[in-house]
């Protein structure tokens, strides 16, 4: 079975500050991973996934995220945070498997951008 | 191309009442799932439609939850006799026949039982 954690359930930075949301993973199969953004009363938006191809994946927003097995960790970066990044974001794990429609999240982290 | 389109996006129940949960795909998606996002907790998920069939339910209370796809409309997620412990927020998802990490999310529907 898959679970996820995400440290920090909430994580305040400036404008124009390094955003890292950290997220670690365990799987007994080989992942697929996934960040998603929620917008305040806004359903669920995808902003990257891994999926056994490049282990550094770019998403939408200028989010990247890193792939590391031997960590088992999938941490959100952005270099420079802007105040439009202000939300929830949940990272998710499938299997590479038979279920990997099923998708398994951590709690989320509340990002807080300040001026 | 319109996205995944749920309804009502609140809903306020009293207990014991039965909740109705709408979910509308993307055009062309024949997958939905269904997600709860209980307070302070990830969404977990509860069931996977294909049209007219259930495919995996694992995640589905055993009592008073049910939940289709027929071959025309929207899926229903239906809930019996609720209860307090039923105030979450659903979630409805859809993906294309060919790849399940396409899946695209609506803005889900809010119950809340008083």
Not at chain 2, 14 to 25: D, N, T
Not at chain 2, 27 to 40: A, C, D, I
Not at chain 2, 71 to 90: C, F, N, T
Request: proline fraction near 5%.
């Amino acid at each position: 079975a898959q679970s996820v954690t995400q440290l920090g359930s909430h994580v305040s930075v400036s404008e124009g500050a390094l955003v890292l949301l950290r997220c670690n993973y365990s799987s007994s199969v080989p992942p697929y991973l996934f960040w998603y953004v929620q917008y305040p009363n806004q359903g669920l938006q995808l902003l990257l996934k891994y999926t056994s191809a490049a282990t550094l994946v770019k998403g939408i927003n200028g989010f990247e995220a890193e792939f590391k097995k031997s960590e088992t960790s999938f941490h959100l970066t952005k270099p420079s945070a802007h105040m439009s990044d202000a939300a929830e974001y949940f990272c998710a794990v499938s299997d590479g498997g038979g279920s990997n429609y099923k998708l398994t999240f951590g709690k989320g982290t509340l990002l807080t951008v300040n001026p | 191309n319109a996205g995944v389109m749920q309804n009502p996006r609140h809903l306020v129940r009293r207990r014991g009442q039965e909740a109705r949960l709408r979910c509308s795909p993307m055009k062309g998606h024949s997958h939905v799932y269904w997600y709860r996002q209980l307070p302070e907790e990830g969404l977990k998920f509860m069931v996977y439609l294909q049209k007219e069939n259930i495919i995996d339910e694992s995640g589905m209370p055993k009592e008073r939850f049910s939940a289709e796809f027929p071959k025309e409309g929207p899926s229903i997620l239906r809930i019996q006799q609720v209860v307090r412990g039923d105030s979450a927020a659903y979630f409805c998802a859809s993906s294309p026949e060919d790849s399940y990490t396409e899946a695209f999310f609506g803005q889900g529907t809010r119950l809340t039982v008083v």
